[in-house]
Structure formats: structure tokens, C-alpha cells
């Protein structure tokens, strides 16, 4: 089973400000998705990232929302200016052979916005 | 809107029973239905897919798959303590994005 690492593990941030969360694959992969969960309720699809660019994107993925691999390992997102809303637990997956096979989950990262 | 729907729970069996967990779907034109565990405060930990109707046996979880009804189950075997957590149906559709359900929140009494 693939690996994936986030991190950080945790991250406080006051409104307004930038945070960068990152998710590093064990072994080369090609498709990655960014998931959130809000405390209680559903894990919601943010965006996935297919051949170095975005190949599909939610409603929730706004202007405020960047990915990039920008070393062709880590897999990032960015939040441009967070919001009290956009605190959750942000799930990196990777895919194993297509866009319709499973996804593995890492082990998340826990934004807290205050 | 895409949906997928499951009974939230909790639902509670005695150790060594067979727990049946359900989900139903909105979109006819899904092609792959997953079931996640989820364990509080932890990530999503894949237990088993499913591409085509019937069932599909993997140790003592089984996932069936009824497209016609758009419907898809997970039956655990000699549940055991340890599967308590909750169980998150999910589907794709011919794309990239991935709709889960909320969960249904399962206890095995020891």
C-alpha cells in the first residue's frame, strides 16, 4: 500500500493569513487529491492533480485555493488568505493506476484558523 | 446534486455477529464505489472497491454492488471490537472527484 506524509500534523494560523500544507508520496505517483473534513460532517472532494496540473475541482476550491508540485515530489495546497470556515483536517491522497481506482489517505493535517 | 446516502448510526452488533452496512447512490452513471473505515480523529483507511455488480470477497469483508438499484453494501464477518469506527461509503463517476457519504458509525459490543 502506498504511503503518503503530511505535514505538519497541526498548524494554528490567524485569519487573514497564508498557510501551505504539504503531502510527500513515498514513490512517484501520478494522481494526487486534496480532501477536507469539517469537525462532524462529510469528507468533501477539494481538487485532484493529474500530469502536473489540475484535472478536476470542486465548488470549494475557490480562488483562495492553490496546488503545485513544485519539485516534482511534494504535493502542496495552498490557502491564500484563511478564514474561520476553512478550519478542518485536510486530507493528501494518492491514486494507484487510474482516475477511478481508489485513493490512499494520508494521515491529514488539522487547520486550525482563530 | 450527486449524492450518497447512509444511515448515520450508530449501528451496534454483538463480537462475532455479521454487521450489514448500507449506502445508496444518486448518480446512474458511477462506475467505482469504495468503503472506507475511518477510526475518530484519524484519516480514511481503504477496506474495499467494487467496479461491477455482485460481490466481492476480501477476508472476512464482503462488498455488493447493485447498480440497477444503485445501491452498495458492506457485510463484516465475525465483527470484532476492533472494527468499531466509522464506515464511509464513497463513488466515482467517470471523473476524477470523489463524493463520500457521511458515514455510518458502527459498535461492536466485546
Known amino acids: 500500500e502506498p504511503e503518503v506524509t503530511q505535514t505538519p500534523s497541526h498548524q494554528v494560523t490567524q485569519m487573514g493569513q497564508e498557510v501551505i500544507l504539504r503531502c510527500v508520496p513515498i514513490s512517484n505517483h501520478l494522481y494526487f487529491y486534496w480532501y477536507r473534513q469539517i469537525l462532524g460532517q462529510k469528507v468533501e472532494f477539494l481538487v485532484s492533480f493529474y500530469n502536473n496540473e489540475i484535472s478536476e475541482k470542486s465548488e470549494i476550491f475557490d480562488d483562495q485555493f492553490s496546488v503545485e508540485r513544485p519539485d516534482g515530489s511534494n504535493f502542496t495546497l495552498k490557502i491564500r488568505s484563511t478564514k474561520l470556515e476553512d478550519s478542518a483536517m485536510y486530507f493528501c491522497?494518492?491514486?494507484?493506476?487510474?482516475?477511478?481506482?481508489?485513493?490512499?489517505f494520508g494521515q491529514g493535517t488539522r487547520l486550525t484558523v482563530v | 446534486q450527486k449524492e450518497v446516502e447512509q444511515n448515520s448510526g450508530p449501528l451496534s452488533v454483538p463480537e462475532g455477529a455479521i454487521a450489514s452496512l448500507n449506502c445508496t447512490y444518486s448518480?446512474?452513471?458511477?462506475?467505482?464505489f469504495f468503503w472506507y473505515r475511518q477510526y475518530s480523529g484519524k484519516s480514511p483507511e481503504l477496506i474495499m472497491f467494487?467496479?461491477?455488480?455482485g460481490d466481492k470477497e476480501d477476508g472476512r469483508f464482503t462488498a455488493q454492488l447493485n447498480k440497477a438499484s444503485q445501491y452498495v453494501s458492506l457485510l463484516i464477518r465475525d465483527s470484532q471490537p476492533s472494527d468499531s469506527a466509522t464506515y464511509l461509503c464513497?463513488?466515482?463517476?467517470?471523473?476524477?472527484?470523489?463524493?463520500f457519504g457521511a458515514g455510518t458509525r458502527l459498535f461492536v459490543k466485546a
Open positions: 448518480d446512474r452513471g458511477s462506475q467505482s
Open positions: 491522497a494518492i491514486g494507484t493506476a487510474s482516475m477511478n481506482t481508489e485513493a490512499f
Open positions: 467494487i467496479y461491477s455488480n
Open positions: 464513497a463513488v466515482k463517476g467517470g471523473g476524477f472527484k470523489t463524493i
